[in-house]
């Protein structure tokens, strides 16, 4: 093994798991992995490396890949800043040294006297052959890259049975540079490992891109992805490898962990020959898509965040009854309880609604009427409350006498609390501090309203019975000529434009909506940040989440016009 100064690296085929066979050149028998690898258990990590590895060896593999980061867990943020983490990540090294007979590429953070570096490394036989840095590191949306790594400078190829293979790491395969490079140096194939999270239509944009990548300069590409929740983000898998066409001749599932397993070999005649999958995994359409990843999100944070069950508030609406088919889909009616707390407004069809859907899906299920809490509030306000007119404060009172409630049976039962509000209802405001934003993990948080209804009715036909009360999902929608907020279909439209697509006031209007209406949301959007910022995290499914890739000052006098110069 030689490593050049620029850390251009090649594996000589000595090297290989049979150096006593000159002539062998087997090809590639590829592993590649994607699982869930726990953000900070780097040993752990280790281990669980170790013990796929030498899985894959007993299954004829003699090349194992894992994802970006996977040895640290992605995405890391300011773990990346603790002191120990070099010394965490040479033990696990130690562990990884263990492997014998095939060779790892493994994602890991590269600590040194030139800085941080997101890394791949080449390992085999007890020692690290060879590194790769990330080139382009993404600041945008979901990644921060910037804040924590250097920037890497070369590319990396190394030679293995009769291959040269050459490494790239996620942003580095959406630019154009790093594979033209690769390509020029001699590159056979490329490896691309990531940590690709879940929105809506990526998949698509992912397979779009390895096909521009590997046609444009007919070289094959095997991309490794991650999988599983981590926080509000979902990685979704979907690992694949592409021919030099572009094909897609390998496809890991969507969501699962899953090690996929493909051949590449280079014939006599210099030309390579890669294995097609026998049956390709089933394709997910984007509302079954969009569910698969609100089900893993809500399950991988419940169950590493340490909590044995959730409890959700079953208002007999079509939000929380989503809900708590999620959570029953996620987590087992064992570990899900519901509890409906209706007030004196509350109508009893809401109750009958939420016990039958409860019973539906098998879930324990309580009534706690909250009636002498609100008048206990309302008793000790009163003097302070006396003499003034009554308006939304009086009724904010319920949904914080509810949010009172589920938090104290949290406490004393140890459930997280589900709370059901969806995207349309925080952009807007139309939700209640501390009182239906109370709880841990809000389930809808990055779902529109008119999502909500599609979700609802894509649940319901995969069983004979509906799981969710059809009287709910079918209830009429209020029309254009009613309060915007009751039109959910123009809300969620300005909504998508303003907040997904970043349009502004004028653009907006521009695109066919009413400059009054425009203006009401727009405000409304604008007004409530100061919520949002205290709202429960939620998986994202969209492009732009009200997360990590959507933060505005709460205090700004940022105007929706243009303003003019007198």
Not at 133 to 156: A, T
């Amino acid at each position: 093994m030689s490593t050049t100064n620029n850390h251009e690296a090649t594996f000589n085929h000595s090297q290989s798991p049979n150096p006593n066979n000159e002539n062998l050149a087997t090809g590639l028998k590829l592993a590649i992995v994607q699982e869930k690898f726990m953000v900070g258990d780097v040993i752990g990590n280790a281990k669980k490396m170790v013990a796929l590895a030498n899985s894959a060896r007993e299954k004829g593999a003699n090349l194992i890949i894992f994802p970006e980061l996977a040895l640290l867990g992605y995405p890391p943020e300011d773990l990346l800043l603790r002191p120990s983490l070099a010394s965490r990540v040479k033990m696990a090294f130690e562990r990884l040294f263990s492997v014998k007979d095939i060779v790892m590429l493994v994602g890991y953070p590269h600590i040194d006297q030139y800085g941080t570096f997101n890394s791949v490394a080449v390992v085999h036989n007890g020692q690290q052959k060879a590194f790769y840095h990330k080139q382009h590191l993404p600041n945008y949306g979901v990644f921060d890259e910037r804040r924590y790594f250097s920037k890497g400078q070369n590319q990396v190829l190394f030679d293995y049975q009769g291959l040269t293979i050459g490494l790239l790491i996620c942003e580095d395969l959406w630019q154009e540079q790093p594979t033209k490079l690769l390509k020029e140096k001699g590159a056979d194939l490329i490896v691309c490992i990531n940590a690709s999270p879940f929105e809506q239509h990526k998949q698509e944009q992912r397979k779009a891109l390895l096909k521009q990548r590997a046609s444009e300069h007919q070289l094959p590409i095997v991309y490794a992805n991650s999988v599983g929740g981590q926080d509000d983000l979902v990685f979704d898998g979907g690992s694949m490898v592409v021919d030099a066409h572009g094909s897609v001749m390998h496809e890991a599932p969507r969501f699962l962990p899953h090690t996929l397993y493909a051949s590449i070999r280079m014939n006599d005649d210099q030309k390579l020959t890669l294995s097609q999958q026998r049956k390709a995994p089933l394709a997910l359409g984007q509302i079954a898509e969009t569910y698969q990843a609100l089900v893993v999100g809500l399950r991988d944070y419940v169950q590493h965040s340490g909590f044995k069950s959730v409890l959700v508030g079953l208002s007999g609406g079509l939000d929380s009854a989503l809900t708590l088919c999620i959570a029953v889909d996620a987590l087992g009616a064992d570990k899900v309880y519901a509890v409906s707390m209706p007030s004196q407004h509350t109508l009893p069809a809401s109750v009958n609604d939420a016990k039958q859907q409860a019973q539906r899906l098998n879930v324990s299920f309580t009534i706690c009427p909250i009636h002498s809490a609100i008048d206990g509030l309302r008793h000790t306000l009163d003097p302070i409350f006396s003499h003034t007119p009554t308006d939304i404060t009086e009724i904010n009172l319920e949904a914080r006498a509810r949010g009172t409630v589920l938090m104290a049976l949290s406490n004393k039962f140890g459930q997280l609390v589900l709370t059901a509000g969806n995207k349309t209802e925080m952009a807007v405001g139309d939700t209640t501090l501390y009182g239906d934003m109370a709880g841990g993990f809000d389930v809808l948080k990055d779902v529109y309203k008119t999502q909500v209804y599609a979700l609802a009715n894509y649940r319901n036909r995969l069983e004979d019975t509906p799981v969710i009360p059809e009287q709910l999902v079918n209830r009429p929608e209020l029309q254009d000529n009613l309060h915007i907020l009751d039109d959910y279909e123009k809300l969620d439209k300005i909504l998508e434009l303003y907040i997904d697509k970043d349009f502004g006031f004028d653009a907006i209007i521009e695109a066919g909506y009413d400059k009054d209406v425009v203006q009401q949301v727009l405000t409304m959007v604008d007004r409530n940040e100061y919520k949002r910022r205290q709202a429960p995290i939620g998986t994202k499914i969209s492009h732009k989440a009200f997360a990590r890739e959507r933060r505005y000052p709460l205090v700004n006098h940022w105007t929706l016009e243009m303003p003019k110069l007198n």
